[in-house]
């Protein structure tokens, strides 16, 4: 089809008046609806092709039955088509020194409109496809919903933006070398289950990397001293959290380089993206930090949003043996306690916890092995503040300790005397639901703001049947690694303790939390090729086998790879956490499902005999004839 070029985009049309007036254009862009003005007069927006800006069309013909009139043409177009139209531009305002008087002199270019000269219609919009406004639009039909929804198409500009500052930051700022790294990997599973892809080659197979970490160490040891890649993750992980199987990390890693100098970088970075996206300071001091160990005993989770106050505090000590079987009958168990403010006036704290009680997250807390939390209102006009139950001391300690107000929600939870082992306890997660339902209910604004945090000092290993949906790093010593198990001990003492104690070793290993988002991790990395051996046979008792899927970068380490360290940040939710969205599919042009389904394309889709065979594949009894097509 041959169409006229446009001379310029409808945002550029304003300019100052003295330079006008009664230019001819040549815009591009969609119709919206026509507003008739009679006989001889149409009025119609044009959007520009990015949707952003719109200026008024204007078509009048004295021979309105005209067929070949610009006004039949125009009538006879659908809203929403594309067209290029050529005009000239003239100005809506009565008074024409009006401009010229306004301090910029600019006539804006809702004061503008273009009076068509010819038009091209460049193709139909049919009626059976619906975008106005309001207008449901479902998920397989996405490009009507980017096409409708502002927000969306901001989100995927800022990503877009953020794209540019950080390359620009990293690459020409602070020299960074952008690599790529390849996807089709090997299956040398690092904590997730990993996609594999059959090769034609019978029972071969690449693997899809979870990370590029293994290539990004490699390139340490080649003489690369500092890389980044914006790089396409796979994860074959159950979808629950809002997960996407495949996702984009800002990976990056630094030779000669320690934890501190990784976190000074990404701090730096993350700075500049608040600055320059949002123009927001975060702020000039640096981000605070907290130990693992800190924030499970404080917050009961890994990952704490600090904007919701409510520290957990240790109480057993205080409390009576009888209040303590009420709520647990755990041998000599933790009690932590917290408050959560909700009213002032307590019978309004206890429509909440009603309210809270019926929701069906109240389930998982009551279900608690541990034993169920107890709740209760302070109410100064009950015996002990309405915690009676505490007996006299306790009480007296508790609202000191927590210094209690009027209608505060006073919350305890039993837990095992134990270690702290994975991402939060039941007393985090229930912090948490407490203060969600606050909001939900109308008790409490949203927070809002930003509250960073670097947490650090995570135990090197955990024990691996902690979480069976993880695959975990395939040893067999009942240990997986927190992060990964390139991830270097912190000090000599905890290289010490890899043998002894590996369960109390501590990783130099740092996550970096806003909000109780995750946004990242990363570790300084083992990079003695004797300790990254140990690691893997001797603590995760891997046999020589699974160890041999390891060689290639054990061979690398040994290749004089100097001391390493990086981080990688989850892009996806990065951007999600700034445009304030709770879900990651909402600054994703194509996310997949809940079920992990692209349901606009329609994949994954079944493979078809001819496919089966090529790849050397054969489905179980049970599924044939259901799941291949018969082609
Ligand atoms: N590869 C790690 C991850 O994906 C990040 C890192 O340690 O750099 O979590």
């Given at each position: 089809m041959i169409f006229p070029a446009a001379t310029c985009d409808i945002k550029d049309l304003p300019e100052r008046r003295e330079s006008r007036p009664h230019k001819t254009v040549t815009l591009h862009g969609y119709l919206g609806s026509l507003r008739n003005a009679g006989k001889s007069l149409t009025f119609v927006e044009l959007s520009n092709t990015d949707l952003t800006h719109s200026v008024q069309l204007v078509a009048h013909s004295k021979d309105h039955d005209d067929p070949n009139s610009v006004l039949a043409q125009l009538r006879s177009l659908?809203?929403?088509?594309?067209?290029?139209?050529?005009?000239?531009?003239k100005s809506r305002v009565a008074?024409?020194?009006?401009?010229?008087?306004?301090?910029?002199?600019?006539?804006p270019v809702s004061d503008l409109e273009i009076s068509i000269a010819e038009i091209v219609p460049l193709n139909e919009f049919p009626k059976d496809i619906i975008i106005a406004e309001g207008t449901n639009i479902p998920p397989h039909q996405r490009h009507l919903q980017i096409r409708q929804d502002k927000n969306l198409r901001d989100a995927l500009l800022l990503r877009s933006r953020a794209y540019s500052i950080i390359r620009k930051?990293?690459?020409?700022?602070?020299?960074?070398?952008?690599?790529?790294?390849?996807?089709?990997?090997?299956?040398?599973?690092?904590?997730?289950?990993?996609?594999?892809?059959?090769?034609r080659t019978a029972g071969e197979a690449y693997a899809l990397p979870q990370s590029p970490q293994q290539y990004k160490q490699i390139l340490m040891a080649s003489g690369v001293s500092k890389y980044v890649q914006f790089a396409k993750c796979f994860r074959d992980e159950d979808l629950r959290a809002d997960r996407q199987p495949e996702f984009t990390q800002l990976d990056l890693e630094m030779a000669f380089s320690t934890g501190e100098d990784v976190m000074k970088v990404v701090e730096a970075l993350v700075k500049k993206l608040w600055r320059n996206l949002l123009d927001l300071d975060t702020t000039s001091e640096a981000f605070p930090r907290m130990s693992y160990q800190h924030a499970m005993s404080m917050y009961g989770s890994d990952?704490?949003?600090?904007?919701?106050g409510s520290e957990i505090k240790r109480i057993q000590y205080m409390l009576p043996v009888d209040l303590v079987r009420m709520i647990s009958d755990l041998e000599e168990p933790i009690v932590e306690v917290m408050k959560v403010p909700i009213a002032e006036d307590p019978k309004e704290t206890r429509r909440f916890v009603?309210?809270?009680?019926?929701?069906?997250?109240?389930?998982?807390?009551?279900?608690?092995?541990?034993?169920?939390?107890?709740?209760?209102v302070y109410d100064s006009r009950k015996p002990l503040g309405g915690l009676q139950?505490?007996?006299?001391?306790?009480?007296?300690?508790?609202?000191?300790?927590?210094?209690?107000?009027?209608?505060?929600?006073?919350?305890?939870?039993?837990?095992?005397?134990?270690?702290?082992?994975?991402?939060?306890?039941?007393?985090?997660?229930?912090r948490l639901a407490l203060h969600k339902s606050a909001v939900s209910q109308g008790?409490?604004?949203?927070?809002?703001?930003?509250?960073?945090?670097?947490?650090?000092?995570?135990?090197?290993?955990?024990?691996?049947?902690?979480?069976?949906?993880?695959?975990?790093q395939g040893g067999t010593a009942g240990l997986s690694s927190t992060h990964h198990p390139f991830t270097a001990p912190k000090t000599p003492a905890d290289v010490d303790l890899l043998l002894t104690n590996p369960l109390e070793c501590v990783a130099d290993?740092?996550?970096l939390v806003v909000n109780g988002v995750e946004l990242g991790g990363g570790s300084r990395r083992i990079h003695q090729h004797a300790m990254q051996e140990l690691v893997l046979r001797d603590v995760l008792g891997m046999s020589n086998e699974r160890l041999e899927d390891f060689r290639h970068l054990i061979e690398v380490l040994r290749a004089g790879c100097p001391p390493h360290a990086g981080m990688a940040l989850g892009f996806d939710r990065l951007m999600a956490v700034m445009l304030g969205k709770d879900s990651v599919r909402d600054v994703i042009a194509f996310p997949k499902s809940g079920k992990g389904e692209d349901v606009m394309v329609k994949s994954p889709s079944k493979m078809t005999k001819q496919q089966l065979e090529t790849y050397h594949l054969r489905l179980r009894e049970e599924h044939k004839g259901v799941d291949e097509k018969g082609t």
């Open positions: 659908d809203s929403n088509a594309p067209v290029a139209i050529t005009g000239t531009v008074k024409p020194n009006e401009a010229r008087d306004s301090p910029s002199g600019i006539i930051e990293m690459v020409q700022t602070m020299r960074f070398t952008e690599i790529e790294t390849p996807l089709l990997f090997k299956s040398t599973p690092e904590g997730a289950r990993e996609f594999l892809v059959p090769t990952k704490p949003d600090l904007r919701l009603t309210g809270f009680m019926d929701s069906a997250e109240a389930k998982q807390f009551n279900k608690n092995p541990d034993g169920q939390p107890g709740i209760f139950a505490f007996g006299f001391e306790a009480a007296e300690q508790v609202e000191e300790a927590l210094e209690l107000e009027e209608g505060d929600l006073v919350v305890l939870q039993a837990r095992k005397d134990a270690p702290f082992a994975g991402g939060s306890t039941m007393m985090g997660n229930l008790f409490k604004p949203r927070p809002s703001g930003f509250k960073f945090l670097w947490v650090n000092d995570f135990p090197l290993f955990k024990p691996s049947d902690l979480d069976v949906s993880e695959p975990g290993h740092y996550d």
